[in-house]
């Protein structure tokens, strides 16, 4: 099915464990985005990618590490994951239309413990 | 510098008109956003001005004045089904730069 896909949508895991999070597109979007959504901030750009291989830091990236080998895939990896890293984590990617508006993934919701 | 204000919550009546303000302090602009979200789900899209003026798609409209750096969102003949977070983003594209950033978003509980 076409549209923008997160894996998992919902994952616990400990204090100092690695884990990535999943984002799939089938419209071959150039523009992706990862954010993350937490009470009282709203959602916070953590990275975004412009193309295959360009990534850049948004507003929070430490902590983070993304990677983008192909259009159609943008995975976050928390390599060291911390108690307040516990977020719900969207993927967008940027519609090509006049609008400029994003599509967003169902979300993952991660817990650190 | 980014800085994107809106309320935290409102309460509005089925049937009634409700108005979100949104202003806006950013070193980009390309156009400003709405978004709507329910609980546990993702921001969907809702309007899009770039130019001042309103902006009408059925029960929503949209306004922009770019001078003043504010925006509000106007929801009119409130369903319960309104009830949702609604997210003000600008958008900031140009160059190697393209990129959405969201206020905190403001709660909206619709009652009988």
């Known amino acids: 099915?076409?549209?923008?896909?997160?894996?998992?949508?919902?994952?616990?895991?400990?204090?100092?464990?690695?884990?990535?999070?999943?984002?799939?597109?089938?419209?071959?979007?150039?523009?992706?985005?990862?954010?993350?959504?937490?009470?009282?901030?709203?959602?916070?750009?953590?990275?975004?990618s412009a193309a295959a291989d360009i990534t850049d830091k948004g507003e929070v990236p430490d902590g983070y590490v993304v990677s983008r080998s192909?259009?159609?895939?943008?995975?976050?990896?928390?390599?060291?994951?911390?108690?307040?890293?516990?977020?719900?984590?969207?993927?967008?990617?940027?519609?090509?239309?006049?609008?400029?508006?994003?599509?967003?993934?169902?979300?993952?919701?991660?817990?650190?413990? | 510098?980014?800085?994107?204000?809106?309320?935290?919550?409102?309460?509005?009546?089925?049937?009634?008109?409700?108005?979100?303000?949104?202003?806006?302090?950013?070193?980009?602009?390309?156009g400003l956003f709405w978004y709507q979200q329910h609980a546990g789900e993702a921001p969907t899209f809702l309007s899009y001005n770039v130019l001042d003026g309103l902006e009408e798609k059925g029960r929503f409209s949209s306004f922009l004045s770019r001078s003043k750096g504010y925006s509000y969102l106007l929801l009119k003949e409130?369903?319960?089904k309104d009830s949702a977070s609604y997210l003000c983003a600008v958008g900031n594209y140009g160059g190697a730069t393209n990129k959405l950033i969201f206020g905190t978003g403001t709660l909206l509980a619709v009652q009988p």
């Open chain 2, 78 to 80: 409130l369903q319960m």
């Open chain 1, 70 to 113: 192909k259009t159609e895939n943008f995975p976050l990896t928390l390599e060291s994951a911390t108690r307040s890293q516990t977020s719900v984590y969207f993927c967008a990617s940027l519609g090509g239309g006049p609008t400029g508006e994003l599509f967003f993934g169902e979300g993952s919701r991660l817990t650190v413990l």
């Open chain 1, 1 to 48: 099915d076409a549209g923008i896909t997160q894996s998992p949508r919902y994952k616990i895991t400990e204090t100092g464990r690695q884990v990535t999070l999943m984002c799939h597109q089938t419209w071959s979007h150039s523009y992706m985005f990862w954010y993350r959504q937490d009470l009282g901030h709203g959602l916070r750009l953590i990275y975004y």
């Open chain 2, 1 to 30: 510098g980014q800085n994107i204000d809106q309320p935290t919550e409102m309460t509005a009546t089925e049937g009634a008109i409700v108005q979100i303000n949104c202003t806006y302090q950013t070193s980009g602009f390309n």
